[in-house]
């Protein structure tokens, strides 16, 4: 019996020593990653409360830092994180410089999406992530039809939140066929691919299981614009449910279609059902 607490009492410091580097590393990361993410909250508190050109700079400043703190970073896992972070102040840098006040408010979302999927192609080219990774297929079709109809319920509830104005000022079978479309590829894919498949992913591999509550409050940061606290808590609770089906599954076609139903739920389906009084 001595024998064995001893061996147990012995081998405990090597535990200690080849662990504890990993802990501290992974503490740092995470201590990197609030400071990001707070950064990212105050940008977009002042683009949405105080003056949108100040909080384009600060953007414009974060995603500068982001991107010469990649290229510093020596852990692979560290450079993963901080290069897809960068996809974040990147949306809204994009949301609000790019002159498109003579787009009717529906082509915004495709317009934008076009240098986002460049440049998210671009960022999972770097960081090598293989289509298997970023959640690229098609898997538990059942479940994943299931996950997508709770876009219906999260569209509806997000509607009487936030009571948008219609996207489709005459809407038509077709026009509400391009919107949908428009919405399920420039919304639903764009985002959930951003998110869900880049940044959630980078995020897993350095930070463990709390990247996925780390892309849920990224995820929900990004809506500060809505000015809505009950419409970011109902985000979060969706990026949660996101980020857990995509990694459970390793897919994501059930949170994309989700998302895209949202959305044209949301700004298509529901102005039309339940029009502002």
Not at 55 to 70: D, F, M, R
Not at 157 to 172: M, N
Not at 190 to 201: H, N, P, S, Y
Request: without cysteine; charged residues 10%; aromatic residues 10%.
């Amino acid at each position: 019996m001595s024998l064995v607490f001893s061996a147990r009492q012995d081998s405990r410091p090597d535990l200690l020593a080849r662990w504890l580097p990993l802990l501290q590393t992974r503490q740092a990361r995470l201590a990197t990653a609030v400071v990001y993410l707070a950064l990212i909250a105050l940008a977009e508190l002042v683009t949405t409360y105080a003056e949108p050109r100040v909080g384009l700079a600060l953007h414009g400043g974060l995603l500068v830092i982001l991107l010469l703190h990649a290229a510093l970073a020596s852990d692979q896992a560290y450079h993963r994180l901080l290069l897809s972070l960068a996809l974040a102040p990147l949306i809204r840098i994009l949301s609000l410089s790019l002159p498109l006040l003579d787009f009717p408010l529906l082509y915004w979302y495709f317009v934008i999406s076009i240098p986002l999927f460049v440049a998210t192609a671009l960022t999972i080219r770097v960081l090598g992530f293989s289509r298997e990774q970023l959640g690229l297929t098609i898997r538990k079709v059942p479940l994943q039809l299931l996950v997508a109809l709770t876009g219906i319920a999260f569209g509806v509830a997000e509607y009487y939140i936030l009571r948008p104005e219609p996207l489709i000022a005459t809407p038509t079978w077709g026009s509400m066929l391009v919107a949908s479309v428009i919405l399920m590829v420039s919304t639903g894919f764009a985002e959930e691919l951003i998110f869900r498949g880049v940044i959630q992913r980078a995020s897993i591999q350095a930070l463990g299981r709390f990247g996925l509550v780390f892309v849920a409050l990224l995820f929900t940061i990004l809506h500060i614009g809505y000015g809505s606290i009950p419409d970011m808590i109902l985000v979060f609770g969706a990026a949660l449910l996101f980020g857990w089906v995509a990694e459970a599954t390793w897919s994501l076609l059930g949170v994309t279609l989700a998302h895209g139903l949202t959305n044209i739920v949301l700004f298509v389906v529901m102005p039309l059902l339940a029009p502002l009084q």
